[in-house]
């Protein structure tokens, strides 16, 4: 009597599309198409890492530019002009200039660069920023991650207070200090 042997997989895992994304980029390229696609999800995975989103629409040429649209409002757009290929990351309202497609020593896409890339974006994404300004010119400034914002207080005050020390204790002694709210 011969056996049959099921296979212990999901369909998504045999067809590889078990992403945590929906993808509707069109995708053209005048190279291998299997290679460029698998590069263009790499490039999305990443991006996910760090910015997660359930939907990505647009399209991606990669001979000649991309326009990307994310459920997070977050858009990337650009032309592949020349290299490197710095196209523009916007997020709300600030924009990032990124190379989308850093190459490694063989010339093919540097995931570990685009991941660095992205993650510093993340960071500065997460972050605030308090700062002391004269005549315009930022003179000294603390960057605080959002999510300890909770955390925060703003005093002032009188003379150098010392980082780690108790507030009040200055460099020359003891000084008054008032706090100041964020809002």
Known sequence: MRQ???IATKIKDYVKD???YSNLVKFETIGDYDYGITELYTKLDIINKHFPFTKVEGYYDASDG???TFDTNMRITGKFDTEPFIVYLSIN???YDIDIHPYDEMGGLDAKELDKTISAIKTEENT???V???EGYSVA???IDKSRIEDAR???VSGTQIEGKLLGVTSMGRGSYVEKSIS
Request: avoid cysteine; aromatic fraction near 8%.
């Open 141 to 143: 400034s603390f960057s």
């Open 128 to 130: 605030i920023s308090i």
């Open 66 to 68: 991309l326009e990307l």
């Open 154 to 156: 703003i005093y002032i």
């Open 4 to 6: 049959t042997r099921r």
């Open 18 to 20: 078990n992403r945590p």
């Open 93 to 95: 309202e600030k924009r």
């Open 132 to 134: 002391i300004t004269q």
